[in-house]
């Protein structure tokens, strides 16, 4: 199974990209895990046209073709880090490659309270219209007290956090297992013939009234 893996945090000391080189290294032979750089993309603008960012285009393209995307986000005043709203802003605009892909979320913080309010936001974040991701249910990773739970080198120590955090993932790959063949694009209804036919949508400036990051 082909994963990849984003680190809503770009700070080279970050845990939350920790998190998931460890689990890399963890599932090495058995799960194809591959962290995406999500660095130097351009705060979402409308008026700017992705075209001009190739790096985006490689990241939208690797999301596409995986079997599923894990998220390890960091806990910024309550909610997700500007970074990686940013890049969902992307991702819900014109190009839309979390459209009915698995995603499994994670978060590690310094503090006992583990991510937990920017987990919950950034379900819902991937639940919008335009990005539309099927988000696994339940086996909820909050890692707190980060700095405990991690060696010098970057590894996880802790044994009952490595354990669950192994299930979760498993879980997580037959998870995606289910929705490797899942395509709603032939579905033969009303809606989708009228869409075709360029119908419901009204005049729209930039050509998109349907996506989610859309001023429209």
Do not use: C
Not at 91 to 120: D, I, N
Not at 126 to 134: D, Y
């Amino acid at each position: 199974m082909k994963l990849v893996a984003i680190a809503g945090s770009i700070s080279e000391k970050s845990y939350n990209k920790k998190l998931l080189e460890f689990a890399k290294l963890k599932f090495n032979g058995r799960i194809d895990i591959e962290i995406l750089d999500i660095s130097g993309i351009p705060i979402f603008n409308q008026s700017l046209d992705y075209k001009d960012y190739p790096k985006l285009i490689e990241l939208n393209d690797k999301i596409e073709e995986a079997d599923g995307v894990i998220i390890a986000t960091p806990e910024h005043n309550y909610t997700i880090p500007a970074v990686l709203k940013s890049i969902l802003e992307w991702f819900s605009y014109k190009l839309q490659p979390f459209k009915s892909k698995p995603v499994l979320v994670l978060g590690a913080s310094y503090t006992e309270q583990g991510t937990a309010k920017a987990q919950s936001h950034l379900k819902e974040v991937l639940n919008a219209p335009g990005i539309e991701a099927f988000v696994i249910p339940g086996s909820e990773f909050l890692l707190s007290n980060a700095l405990e739970k991690f060696d010098k080198d970057g590894f996880l120590v802790d044994e009952e956090t490595i354990d669950y955090l192994e299930y979760v993932i498993l879980r997580f790959e037959k998870f995606a297992e289910l929705f490797k063949d899942f395509d709603d694009s032939d579905i033969d209804s009303a809606y989708i013939r009228t869409l075709a036919a360029g119908g419901y949508i009204e005049e729209d400036p930039y050509d998109d009234g349907t996506a989610g990051a859309s001023e429209w």
